[in-house]
């Protein structure tokens, strides 16, 4: 395998990770910012993205909902979690607040849900659940369009009409490949 070849597989697989190991999300249900309860049920009628952040990572997740809203649409139901788990309850009321009432961001107060899937703490964890509860893609971090091509590689194109989005190449600086 040459210098080129294993610089592109680590990249892939650092950035986006299959789940080949069926890992299947149970129902659940948190409430809102708003403090309407929001039972997010599997079997679903459409397909998720899941995206969860914490105090940290919010800005990471908010670059994500206008790319993935422009390829997706409405193809599928978008869950965001705001982990705040770490954020003391007297401080809470005052996070709850900043947040903008519209769209329904879930609180996940005590990190249980969010938790489930191992987020990293500096990054949002972006995460391809198909109608059955089935975790097929994870992307962690900011968004690129790179990250976003790997998640919408996951998705099963039958059901899907996506545009390509050009993937970076990676080009061999090595002295090597110079000859």
């Given at each position: 395998?040459?210098?080129?070849?294993?610089?592109?597989m680590?990249?892939?697989?650092?950035?986006?990770?299959?789940?080949?190991?069926?890992?299947?999300?149970?129902?659940?249900?948190?409430?809102?910012?708003?403090?309407?309860?929001?039972?997010?049920?599997?079997?679903?009628?459409?397909?998720?993205?899941i995206?969860?952040?914490?105090?940290?990572?919010?800005?990471?997740?908010?670059?994500?909902?206008?790319?993935?809203?422009?390829?997706?649409?409405?193809?599928?139901?978008?869950?965001?979690?705001?982990?705040?788990?770490?954020?003391?309850?007297?401080?809470?009321?005052?996070?709850?607040?900043?947040?903008?009432?519209?769209?329904?961001?879930?609180?996940?107060?005590?990190?249980?849900?969010?938790?489930?899937?191992?987020?990293?703490?500096?990054?949002?964890?972006?995460?391809?659940?198909?109608?059955?509860?089935?975790?097929?893609?994870?992307?962690?971090?900011?968004?690129?369009?790179?990250?976003?091509?790997?998640?919408?590689?996951?998705?099963?194109?039958?059901?899907?009409?996506?545009?390509?989005?050009?993937?970076?190449?990676?080009?061999d600086?090595?002295?090597?490949?110079?000859?």
């Amino acid at each position: 395998m040459g210098y080129k070849s294993l610089c592109s597989m680590v990249l892939v697989m650092a950035l986006a990770t299959p789940c080949s190991a069926q890992v299947t999300i149970n129902s659940f249900v948190l409430t809102d910012q708003n403090d309407i309860r929001h039972n997010i049920e599997f079997p679903a009628s459409k397909n998720r993205i899941i995206v969860v952040a914490n105090s940290s990572t919010a800005s990471q997740a908010k670059r994500w909902g206008g790319p993935l809203r422009k390829e997706l649409g409405n193809q599928v139901g978008y869950v965001a979690i705001a982990a705040i788990g770490d954020i003391p309850k007297w401080q809470r009321g005052f996070v709850k607040a900043m947040i903008p009432a519209s769209p329904p961001r879930l609180l996940d107060l005590d990190n249980k849900v969010s938790n489930l899937w191992h987020p990293k703490s500096d990054q949002c964890l972006v995460l391809w659940v198909d109608k059955d509860g089935a975790i097929k893609g994870r992307v962690d971090g900011d968004y690129t369009p790179f990250k976003l091509n790997q998640l919408l590689g996951f998705i099963p194109t039958p059901d899907f009409q996506i545009s390509a989005i050009p993937t970076p190449t990676i080009t061999d600086s090595s002295p090597e490949s110079q000859q």
